[in-house]
C-alpha cells in the first residue's frame, strides 16, 4: 500500500491542525493506520493508531485529549486531527501501515507501510 500524507505546518501554540494521509494500492480497510513523529535528533515515536473499522484507537500519553485520529474507509483515508498544539509537538508526522492492532504502544515493526511524513512546526 502506498502512503501520501499531507497537511503539515506552522502553527502557534495552542492552535490546531489536521494532518490527512491517502492510502493507495491495497484495500485500505484491512490495515490498522498509525501516527508517528519523529523530531529533530530523536527517535520516532508513536502517536497513535486506529483498527481496521475505526472502532479501537491507542494514543501515546503525550497526546492524548489532544489529538484524535479517524478513518474514511471509503476515501481511503485517515486523519490526524491535533488540538491544543504544543511547542513539543514540532515534528516530521508519518502515518503507517500495519495488519495487527495493539491496545498498546506498538512498535516500529509492526508496521510495513510507510507514508513520506510531513512536517509540523509549533512556535511558543
Known amino acids: 500500500v502506498q502512503l501520501q500524507a499531507s497537511g503539515g505546518g506552522l502553527v502557534q501554540a495552542g492552535g490546531f491542525l489536521r494532518l490527512s494521509c491517502a492510502a493507495s494500492?491495497?484495500?485500505?480497510?484491512?490495515?490498522?493506520m498509525g501516527w508517528f513523529r519523529q523530531a529533530p535528533g530523536k527517535e520516532r515515536e508513536f502517536v497513535t493508531h486506529?483498527?481496521?473499522?475505526?472502532?479501537?484507537?491507542y494514543y501515546a500519553h503525550s497526546v492524548k485529549g489532544r489529538f484524535t485520529i479517524s478513518r474514511d474507509n471509503a476515501k481511503n483515508t485517515v486523519f490526524l486531527q491535533m488540538n491544543s498544539l504544543k511547542p513539543e509537538d514540532t515534528a516530521v508526522y508519518y502515518c503507517?501501515?500495519?495488519?495487527?492492532?495493539?491496545?498498546?504502544?506498538?512498535?516500529?515493526?509492526?508496521?510495513?507501510?510507510w507514508g513520506q511524513g510531513t512536517q509540523l512546526t509549533v512556535s511558543s
Open positions: 503507517a501501515a500495519g495488519r495487527v492492532y495493539y491496545n498498546r504502544t506498538p512498535s516500529l515493526d509492526d508496521y510495513a507501510f
Open positions: 494500492g491495497r484495500t485500505f480497510n484491512n490495515y490498522v
Open positions: 486506529i483498527s481496521w473499522s475505526g472502532g479501537s484507537k
